[in-house]
């Protein structure tokens, strides 16, 4: 037993020297680094030759001037002549442009379709007539490049566009514009149009929340599975291309937006410009320069206020577009837009809260007291039947039409 003890006594000791040293070997290897780090200019990871993703360097002297994107257009010229419009008859056929309401007004999808085709009423809206030049849901006395209409928020009927199919191009631009903005720009210009709000008025605020708070889910459906789901089902066409609101305003994406929409018209036959003027077409067809530097700075429409919602409205409208994204994730553009409008909508939307403060999107809501606050027609178009304040939503969304008469009372 005697020796046993002494064995494991000496194995302890043994072992107590080694760790003994191994400290003192690491001290002095860390005394030594330390002198070492003393006496260089830096540090011996760092390559002022070959920087990396932590340590990349950054030449500060260099000053990078701004470069405008309109500067470019500012002296330039168009020479597109439009064709001959003196015809009875005109081999070409028009395409179908859907957009929800707030999207496009009538007057701009002229002024865009007259600017790429050079015709003067190339862009027609579906609900316009007129008997003097026999117009009527687009064809009249005048050739027809698109045909502008809200099917099937305001259903066609019997004049469905695929019962129609002979007398329309097989492929559609569809108008695209993110809801946080397209619904209130619908409500608006429907009181406008229909109940006696002055000409580029505002609703009061206050009507515009009542509105939104009853009828948000059931617009937002109309928007998306309704409207949008309608025409991608579609046996007898399919989607040309999405002309998306703000992309066209862009000053970089406008032009190639406008160049997209011109090689469509041309594939269906329509006389187009040289790819070389559609810069310039685009800045003259979106107003001038001053103009898109204007909806830059503000993008709704209407200037008292910047429209508001909910923090739940807003997480409705979010889940609403992310589930349009699943619902065609095959349709890889549509998506991408969704993404956009998802974005858009949880950085930039007005947010309401309980004391009435208006605080930035991605706010939590009332008790986040760290938010930042924001300060804030055609004579013959007949889509009378859509659009009345009292008017009521089937369980698809759709707004059901009310009589010409009960809407004027």
Not at 120 to 146: H, I, P
Not at 188 to 215: A, M, S, T
Not at 217 to 232: H, P, Q, R, V
Not at 234 to 247: A, D, Q, R, T
């Amino acid at each position: 037993m005697g020796t046993e003890a002494q064995v494991k006594s000496a194995q302890l000791s043994a072992k107590k020297r080694q760790l003994r040293l191994r400290a003192m070997a690491l001290a002095a290897l860390s005394f030594a680094v330390f002198l070492y780090l003393e006496t260089q200019d830096h540090l011996p990871w760092e390559e002022d030759d070959e920087p990396g993703p932590n340590n990349a360097s950054f030449d500060t002297s260099t000053t990078y001037e701004y470069v405008d994107p309109l500067e470019h257009l500012r002296n330039c010229t168009i020479t597109f002549q439009p064709p001959s419009q003196e015809k009875e008859e005109w081999s070409t056929k028009p395409l179908w442009f859907p957009a929800h309401p707030g999207t496009m007004e009538d007057p701009f999808h002229r002024q865009l379709i007259t600017g790429i085709t050079g015709l003067d009423a190339g862009g027609k809206s579906f609900y316009a007539s007129s008997k003097g030049m026999k117009l009527k849901q687009c064809f009249g006395q005048t050739e027809t490049a698109t045909c502008i209409n809200v099917h099937p928020i305001v259903d066609m009927g019997n004049k469905h566009p695929e019962t129609r199919s002979d007398k329309f191009y097989n492929k559609i631009v569809f108008g695209l514009r993110n809801p946080m903005l397209t619904l209130p720009s619908f409500y608006n210009g429907k009181q406008i149009k229909y109940h006696g709000l002055c000409e580029g008025c505002q609703v009061p605020e206050d009507e515009w929340r009542k509105f939104r708070d009853e009828w948000l889910e059931s617009m937002m459906d109309a928007w998306g599975n309704n409207m949008i789901d309608t025409w991608k089902r579609m046996k007898k066409y399919s989607i040309g291309m999405y002309l998306v609101n703000e992309h066209l305003w862009d000053p970089t994406r406008g032009p190639l937006v406008l160049q997209r929409l011109a090689n469509l018209l041309k594939e269906a036959g329509f006389a187009t410009p040289d790819e070389a003027e559609i810069p310039c077409i685009w800045l003259k067809i979106m107003g001038g320069e001053e103009a898109v530097k204007a909806h830059h700075e503000s993008p709704y429409e209407y200037k008292d206020y910047i429209p508001s919602y909910t923090v739940a409205q807003r997480e409705l409208m979010f889940e609403k577009l992310n589930e349009l994204a699943l619902k065609f994730a095959n349709d890889t553009e549509f998506v991408d837009v969704m993404r956009e409008y998802q974005n858009d909508i949880r950085t930039t939307a007005r947010i309401d809260t309980a004391s009435g403060r208006m605080l930035l999107s991605n706010s939590t809501g009332a008790d986040d007291e760290t938010a930042g606050v924001l300060e804030p027609n055609d004579e013959h178009n007949e889509t009378a039947a859509a659009f009345a304040p009292n008017a009521t939503f089937d369980q698809n969304g759709t707004e059901v039409a009310v009589k010409k008469e009960d809407r004027q009372a």
